[in-house]
Nanobody, 122 residues
Framework: QVQLVESGGGLVQPGGSLRLSCAAS????????MGWYRQAPGKQRELVAV???????NYADSAKGRFTISRDNAKNTVYLQMNSLKPEDTAVYYC????????????????WGQGTQVTVSS
């Protein structure tokens, strides 16, 4: 079974930084895109950043210039460095993968992590 293990969330003051990590495990043979979504209370889940299999990245407008997504393909791990955090960045952040395959032949178009809470508050 595939698992996405997220870490790095927590409480930070406005202007501070956090680094989220998401490691995919479970005899994975390939993963296309890996990225992050977030969901604030009372709001819909929204894309934050994605690292595509071809090496391109996409960011939400709210993340551009402040967040940086990176990926270690050898470890099937994606990172999100978040700087200059604002209270409006407070949300549960979900790791997301697209087109994930295992050596046993299993396939998922979308696979999600459990989420990690990020709270930006003074």
């Amino acid at each position: 079974q595939v698992q996405l293990v997220e870490s790095g969330g927590g409480l930070v003051q406005p202007g501070g930084s956090l680094r989220l990590s998401c490691a995919a495990s479970g005899s994975i043979s390939s993963v296309a895109a890996m990225g992050w979504y977030r969901q604030a209370p009372g709001k819909q889940r929204e894309l934050v950043a994605v690292f595509n299999s071809g090496g391109t990245t996409n960011y939400a407008d709210s993340a551009k210039g402040r967040f940086t997504i990176s990926r270690d393909n050898a470890k099937n791990t994606v990172y999100l460095q978040m700087n200059s955090l604002k209270p409006e960045d407070t949300a549960v952040y979900y790791c997301y993968t697209e087109n994930i395959r295992t050596y046993s032949g299993r396939y998922w178009y979308n696979y999600w992590g459990q989420g990690t809470q990020v709270t930006v508050s003074s």
